[in-house]
């Protein structure tokens, strides 16, 4: 943990709010994650997040930002690098094992993370689906567990969803249940992977506005998305991820209004047309 | 051809002929729920990250799918008691033939069915912090199950068709009775159409329940 810290003074120039002497809550270091022999997707990237922070990484595809999310979730081999939470290590690369990670499964439990394709499973009831990591691996009582889940899906006004399947949802329905089975198991860290590209246009609406109740509760979030308007409405912090790097990194109003790299700039002037 | 075509004494001997079924029926259902559990085995060791487990198995499944269920009957029928000395009941002959064939072609089912699970799954169940058992146990074979049913089916049926087979080792099973018949009665034309449609009238429905049930998980999962 010291010698990561140390690093992190070292990466400072990265850390947009220049909070470098608060210790980050999420601290990614010399992330690196190849596909096979010639795809090198994470070059080395380096972000901090501070306690608060909801970033929203935009950026080319093919840029690296899915797999960083999936790589915080601990969904895939890395090559190089570790990553933190609140202050513990997590994930590392085992240098010399290839493609052996070290992996702490219990701090990897405090990370919830919503697919861009529901992945809801069909053979279980909305409750169920809420309800079976809940009472399976967390050793919650069925009872609690769904108390809990009922709750949850009133809040998201899923209610009467309980008893149906996944084939009976709408895709915004879907996602909405999606997220409240990862907020069934309190995550300190929630990370959402373009959840909206796979929706109907007239169905985003629906699952943004459950992410911005989250935010207003003051939920950890990282976001990819594609949605531009989403992401100036609910980012306190903006990343462009290219390359395989973080190119910028600033609040939403420098990144959006006056960004710095030529980069960042020409990317933003392509999403913004084709969105109008 | 001035052959009349006579049902008389082929229903008077219907008695034989459901003793047959009878025996037709006992092998198939013993056969069918050692294969649909063994396939799953069977599958699971063929998944197996061990080459030493994965490999043997594999040679199994392939070796009793590519040779004629025919010849397999016979040899375990024959060679069985010679190579190993052992003596088995006829039936239980029959039902250890008929079973390993169905186990290799059940296990390729559920193999099959595991593959058509989407991975997004099983990173699903690990952003859930479910255990590799646990999501095994809880995602994956519930779903293997579902999917691999039309095809598990469609085995059992071609098991209870195969069982005709057993026959020829004096099993006396449906084909059996109706070959003892035919030949008694002299009317192979009717006994044998009588016999064909005594496997018609079992399997029909079966396929047809199955392809009902297909359709409604399919609506069901779309």
Known sequence: MISSNAHS??????TALNQMGTEAFVSIRGL???????????KGLDLDMQPGDRIVVIGPSGGGKSTLLRCMMGLEEIAAGDITLGGEGYISAAPGKKGINKLNREVQKRVGMVFQHYTLFP???????????SVKSRGISRQEANAKAMSLLERFGLADKARAHPSQLSGGQKQRVAIARA???????M???EVTSALDPELVNEVESVMLQLAEQKMPMMIVTHDMWFAKNIATRVVFCAGGVIVEDGTPEQVFGNPKEQRTREFLENVLHAGH | MN???????????IDQLLEGLLVTVQLTLTS???????????CLMAMSQSRLIRLPTMAFIEVFRCTPALIQIVWIFYCVPMLFNVFLDPFVMGVLALSLNLIAFNAEAYRAAIQAIPKAHLDASIALGLTPLQTNLYVVLPQAIRLGMPVLVTNAISIFQQSALVAIVAIEDLMYMGKLLSTETYRPIETFTFVALMYFAIALPVMLLSSRL????KTANS
Do not use: W
């Open chain 1, 9 to 14: 003074v070292k990466n400072a120039p990265n």
């Open chain 1, 183 to 189: 907020l069934m198991l309190s995550p300190e860290l």
């Open chain 2, 3 to 13: 052959y009349e075509i006579d049902f008389f004494y082929v229903l008077k001997g």
């Open chain 1, 191 to 193: 990370l959402f992977d």
């Open chain 1, 123 to 133: 053979h279980l009831t909305i409750l169920s689906n809420l309800t079976l990591a």
């Open chain 1, 32 to 42: 690196e994650k190849s596909y096979g022999p010639n795809i090198h997707v994470l």
């Open chain 2, 214 to 217: 297909e359709k409604r998980y």
């Open chain 2, 32 to 42: 069918v729920v050692i294969g649909v559990i063994g396939g799953f085995l069977v």
